[in-house]
């Protein structure tokens, strides 16, 4: 098992920055993917960001070039630094750890932008 711990949400107005961090504890030998998804009322959840364990990024359009993920793998913990925040950004960030045993999510945390 693998437990994941989000922190870093909170309230910002529109223009602002919030970094999200996310540590993974546990069975966490050998995990190759983190990523950060999100959901907004009454929408589904999407991704926003991954990182595989070589440093290869992936990113929603929405959010590049305003969003940075990154790992630190010795720290079993990923972050997502984020600029520019729109009020569409508003939404519960959850985080999720990938490895050989399976997919492990964390609770959330939420991100609102007030405009």
């Known amino acids: 098992q693998v437990h994941v711990v989000e922190s870093g949400g909170g309230l910002v107005q529109a223009g602002g920055s919030l970094r999200l961090s996310c540590a993974a504890s546990?069975?966490?030998?050998?995990?190759?993917?983190m990523g950060w998804h999100r959901q907004a009322p009454g929408k589904q959840r999407e991704l926003v960001a991954s990182?595989?364990?070589?440093?290869?990024?992936n990113y929603a359009s929405s959010v590049k070039g305003r969003f940075t993920i990154s790992r630190d793998n010795a720290k079993n913990t990923v972050y997502l630094q984020m600029n520019s925040l729109k009020p569409e950004d508003t939404a519960v960030y959850y985080c999720?750890?990938?490895?050989?045993?399976?997919?492990?999510w964390g609770q959330g945390t939420q991100v609102t932008v007030s405009a």
């Open positions: 999720n750890v990938a490895n050989m045993l399976g997919n492990y």
């Open positions: 546990g069975s966490t030998l050998s995990i190759f993917a």
């Open positions: 990182i595989g364990s070589g440093g290869r990024t």
